[in-house]
């Protein structure tokens, strides 16, 4: 089974915090991608990689960045967190074909206070 | 309104009965997969329908696509209290490069 885990379930942190929410998937997929959930918006893409250093904007990449220095860990990166990016985190994996199936890690409730 | 829209929002139904999901897109698409997320987790898939294929089972779970209409349903058969969970539609459109997700059907099922 395919196996994607995020380094933290619950994470509080203050206004203008740099965060890193880290993500690691056993399967050697090539794809990885970070979400964003809130409510009445659903998942929102911000950044997905394809291989690795290689990374490409979602819909809302405002205030993010991502790191894929290896292939099974991709990383997500708030530069100065703010209250307005408090949401549910989640990642995902896949193979090649960025339109196969996503296997999605537990998420990361991040608390930006 | 976005790409892959569930319908309805909420449905609450009492354990035995069968539960049926709608999801509706605009565009062309190469398939459409339907999720399942239990409360505070990650999503799980549950099954993928191609463009080419009218109907798939798994399980307790059937999934239509109709392209003519752009819609899909979900039916869960003899719901269980553990299919409690929001169930989200994804459309991985021919054009694009990934998938887009609805905002999700709420299932509630009462003992």
């Known amino acids: 089974d395919v196996k994607v885990t995020q380094s933290s379930r619950y994470l509080v942190k203050r206004t203008g915090e740099k965060v890193f929410l880290e993500c690691v998937q056993d399967m050697d997929h090539e794809n990885m991608f970070w979400y964003r959930q809130d409510p009445g918006l659903g998942l929102r893409l911000i950044y997905f990689?394809?291989?690795?250093?290689?990374?490409e904007k979602g819909d809302i990449p405002e205030g993010y960045s991502v790191s894929r220095e290896k292939k099974e860990r991709f990383s997500l990166i708030l530069e100065s967190a703010s209250t307005n990016q408090t949401s549910m985190y989640l990642c995902?994996?896949?193979?090649?074909?960025?339109?196969?199936?996503?296997?999605f890690g537990p998420g990361t409730r991040l608390l930006v206070l | 309104s976005q790409q892959g829209e569930e319908d309805p929002q909420a449905l609450s139904i009492q354990e035995g009965e069968n539960a049926t999901m709608n999801c509706s897109y605009k565009?062309?698409?190469?398939?459409l997969q339907w999720y399942r997320q239990n409360s505070g987790r990650g999503l799980v898939h549950l099954i993928l329908i191609r463009s080419n294929e009218r109907e798939k089972h798994s399980g307790r779970l059937r999934v239509t696509l109709d392209t003519s209409k752009k819609s899909s349903s979900l039916l869960i058969t003899a719901s269980r209290a553990a299919d409690t969970a929001s169930y989200f539609c994804?459309?991985?459109?021919?054009?694009?490069?990934?998938?887009?997700f609805g905002e999700g059907t709420q299932l509630t099922v009462n003992p």
């Open positions: 994804a459309t991985a459109e021919t054009s694009g490069s990934r998938l887009t």
């Open positions: 990689s394809y291989d690795v250093k290689m990374k």
């Open positions: 565009t062309s698409i190469n398939n």
């Open positions: 995902a994996s896949s193979l090649p074909w960025t339109k196969e199936t996503q296997y």
